[in-house]
Structure formats: structure tokens, C-alpha cells
């Protein structure tokens, strides 16, 4: 699972392998993304499930503020490449492959419900507003 390149991304360019990006500027260092912004790296990897296993480790560490430790700069924090690389190889070294894809498979449904219910909250939000137009 520990297969993977990481740069700085340069808008405009495209990946043929399969990447995902993460924020290296600001307190939201280290969050994952699927689509990029000007201040991210990208991770490409070789293969589907490397990438999707990289992408929900890198949210968890994120969810646990592990980046945050790294942050430098006084007005706009950042995380260096070199930095981001070794917390995600530190968290790759401490898992266990196969606890690992447990807790991915997880993460995937409590994301996907955390998605519905966003949906919920927009349909009930829209129906107060329409309700208050009658």
C-alpha cells in the first residue's frame, strides 16, 4: 500500500494514474480532495484501491489533527512536502494492512451516510423556505 508519489501540483496539469490532492497551505492542512486547488499536492499511485485506502488515511489524519503538528508560518500556516510524506508513511508503518481496509470499508459508509444527511438538511432547509413563501 505504501506505492505512491507525492508533488507539489501545477495547475493545468493532468494525471493519467490514479491521484487524489491534499490542502498544504492553511489550518485545513493535510484534508483530502478529490479536485485540485493552488495550494495542494498531488499523490498518484498505481493503482485504484491504493489511492482510495491513501485517500481515506490521509482523512483520518487529518480528522485527528496529525498535520497540525507539522504546520509552519505565522500568517498563512503550511505543511512541507517533506513533512506530509513523513506523517503519512509514520501512519502507513503503524497500521495494519488488513484493520486497515476494515476501518477504510468504515469510513466509506459513515461518509456516504454523513452525504445523505447533508441531502436531508438541504431538502428540509428548502422546504422551510418554500413553506415561508406560501
Same mark, same amino acid.
Given at each position: 500500500?505504501?506505492?505512491f508519489e507525492i ?6 496539469r493532468?494525471y493519467?494514474t490514479?491521484h ?6 492553511g ?10 486547488c493552488?495550494n495542494?499536492?498531488?499523490?498518484t499511485t %498505481? %493503482?485504484e484501491p491504493?489511492?482510495e485506502s ?14 497540525s503538528y ?11 512536502i ?6 503519512i508513511n509514520e501512519?502507513?508503518?503503524?497500521n495494519?494492512?488488513?484493520q486497515?481496509l476494515?476501518?477504510v ?12 444527511l447533508?441531502q ?5 432547509k428548502?422546504?422551510k423556505? %418554500?413553506?415561508?413563501?406560501?
Amino acid at each position: 500500500m505504501s506505492n505512491f508519489e507525492i508533488k507539489t501540483h501545477q495547475p493545468g496539469r493532468v494525471y493519467n494514474t490514479p491521484h487524489f490532492f491534499i490542502l498544504s497551505k492553511g489550518l485545513n492542512s493535510g484534508r483530502p480532495m478529490n479536485q485540485p486547488c493552488p495550494n495542494c499536492f498531488v499523490i498518484t499511485t %498505481a %493503482a485504484e484501491p491504493t489511492r482510495e485506502s491513501l485517500y481515506y488515511l490521509c482523512l483520518s489524519l487529518k480528522t485527528g489533527q496529525f498535520f497540525s503538528y507539522y504546520l509552519k508560518g505565522s500568517v498563512i500556516p503550511f505543511i512541507s512536502i517533506s513533512d506530509a510524506k513523513r506523517v503519512i508513511n509514520e501512519a502507513l508503518q503503524n497500521n495494519q494492512e488488513q484493520q486497515w481496509l476494515i476501518k477504510v470499508e468504515k469510513l466509506k459508509k459513515i461518509n456516504a451516510f454523513e452525504e445523505n444527511l447533508k441531502q436531508q438538511l438541504s431538502t428540509i432547509k428548502q422546504l422551510k423556505i %418554500a413553506l415561508l413563501r406560501s
